[in-house]
């Protein structure tokens, strides 16, 4: 199984809302990443765990809040959210110290 | 921060063309990958290339890697329309934790 599943698919909250997004991966990575991707432009490193302890955190606002409760799954929660927030949020996992990274199909996410 | 930046931002060419892709970064690195991303989804990896190599091939890809100049190009044989997507330059920075930082991207457009 080389899958990274990413849920739900498509996410609309208003600004007061709490709302998680999810990953899972069964290869064994140990690493594994939140990056957030605006309309044309790069993926962004947000959060980076290696073996379930959060190494990287690329000065993310608190409003997002990492969690990765064991090696197969990461979370992201999200509370009171601004509409610049809205954007494609991909995570992905990698053997710790080699980056070839699996990619899940990422959460659009629209802060209304 | 960003570390790759692509050459050119968008190609457009026919079927059976070839396609050359550039990107240039800024650090030392260990390594530097491509990777796909179709319509603004999930990153594909298609290619690896380590700091002490300098060209590598797979399947109709030809990537090369000049680390003295601080650029790689990804070659795309024989196009097809389903190679129609965006391609992306990331490394991880020599001394780093073995985050990915991407380029800005090339966006394909292969006409049939």
């Known amino acids: 199984d080389t899958e990274v599943t990413q849920t739900p698919k498509h996410l609309v909250m208003g600004m007061t809302n709490k709302k998680s997004l999810k990953c899972e991966q069964h290869?064994?990575?140990?690493?594994m990443y939140w990056y957030k991707q605006k309309a044309k432009k790069p993926p962004e490193l947000m959060f980076v765990y290696s073996y379930e302890k959060l190494s990287i955190n690329e000065s993310v606002p608190s409003r997002f809040s990492p969690e990765c409760p064991n090696s197969s799954l990461l979370n992201l929660h999200l509370h009171a959210l601004q509409p610049e927030d809205s954007a494609l949020y991909l995570c992905?996992?990698?053997?710790?110290?080699?980056?070839?990274?699996?990619f899940g199909q990422g959460t659009r996410l629209t802060v209304v | 921060s960003q570390q790759g930046e692509e050459d050119p931002q968008a190609l457009s060419i026919q079927e059976g063309e070839n396609a050359t892709m550039n990107c240039s970064y800024k650090t030392s690195i260990n390594n530097l990958q491509w990777y796909r991303q179709n319509s603004g989804r999930g990153l594909v990896h298609l290619i690896l290339?380590?700091?002490?190599?300098r060209e590598k091939h797979s399947g109709r890809l030809r990537v090369t890697l000049d680390t003295s100049k601080k650029s790689s190009s990804l070659l795309i044989t024989a196009s097809r329309a389903a190679d129609t997507a965006s391609y992306f330059c990331a490394t991880d920075e020599a001394g780093s934790q073995g985050n990915l930082i991407f380029g800005k991207g090339t966006k394909l457009s292969v006409k049939p």
């Open positions: 290339i380590r700091s002490n190599e």
């Open positions: 992905a996992s990698s053997q710790v110290g080699w980056t070839e990274a699996f």
């Open positions: 290869m064994g990575h140990r690493a």
